[in-house]
């Protein structure tokens, strides 16, 4: 069965520093990736998706996740974070007809 | 396009209630989920349907079912309402099974609170 971890429950940034937030997967085939932002009251927003087409992937808002197969990693960077990137991101993983899997999900304060 | 939307966006129940939670996914999805989400244990997921069939479950009582109409809306009921369901439930869709990498869209989600 597929699992993901999300390897720090708080990150805090100030604003324009870079951002990373690590994930870990564990999946019996070649999985989709997805991260999800959530900002308080609100629904998840897919930031961006590892299709298999390219290890690097570009998102919404100017976030990028890199798929690392031998080290079971997709990881989601941002080079300058803002004070609106605030909010909760988790970082999800999927088979093949199976449902989505979450994360604890890793909070980003950012620091003005 | 308008996205998915669930209604109603907030709930009080007491204890021993049912209650009935509806989503509407995007207009062409045939796949609907459904997500609880709590600070304790994160997004769990429920079930799944797909085209009126339920297609996937998670780990939760019998308490917790749901249902899938021929216009691909979907409803899910919590009967014998336990405080422990106090949630903000989550509605995703997508275009259908059989693509792993088509992503779910949300909606705002309905926050149930049990008294």
């Known amino acids: 069965a597929q699992s993901v971890t999300q390897l720090d429950s708080h990150v805090s940034v100030s604003e324009g520093t870079p951002v990373l937030l690590r994930c870990n997967y564990s999946?019996?085939?070649?999985?989709?990736l997805f991260w999800y932002v959530q900002h308080p009251n609100k629904g998840l927003q897919l930031l961006l998706k590892?299709?298999?087409?390219?290890?690097l992937v570009k998102g919404i808002n100017g976030f990028e996740a890199e798929f690392k197969k031998s080290e079971t990693s997709f990881h989601l960077t941002k080079p300058s974070a803002h004070m609106s990137d605030a909010a909760e991101y988790f970082c999800?993983?999927?088979?093949?007809?199976?449902?989505?899997?979450f994360g604890k999900g890793t909070r980003l304060s950012v620091i003005a | 396009k308008a996205g998915v939307t669930q209604t109603p966006r907030y709930l009080i129940k007491t204890r021993g209630q049912q209650v009935t939670l509806s989503c509407s996914p995007i207009?062409?999805?045939?796949?609907v989920s459904w997500y609880q989400q709590t600070p304790g244990q994160g997004l769990q997921f429920l079930f799944e349907?797909?085209?009126?069939?339920?297609?996937n479950k998670g780990n939760f009582p019998g308490r917790f079912s749901g249902r899938q109409f021929s216009n691909s809306r979907s409803e899910m009921n919590v009967s014998t309402l336990e405080l422990g369901d106090s949630a903000l439930y989550l509605c995703?869709?997508?275009?259908?099974?059989?693509?792993?990498?088509?992503?779910?869209?949300f909606g705002q989600g309905t926050r149930l609170t049990v008294v």
């Open positions: 995703a869709s997508s275009l259908g099974q059989g693509t792993m990498n088509t992503e779910a869209f």
């Open positions: 999946s019996s085939y070649s999985p989709s």
């Open positions: 590892y299709t298999s087409a390219a290890t």
């Open positions: 999800v993983v999927r088979d093949l007809n199976t449902p989505l899997v």
């Open positions: 207009s062409g999805h045939r796949s």
């Open positions: 349907y797909f085209s009126e069939t339920q297609r």
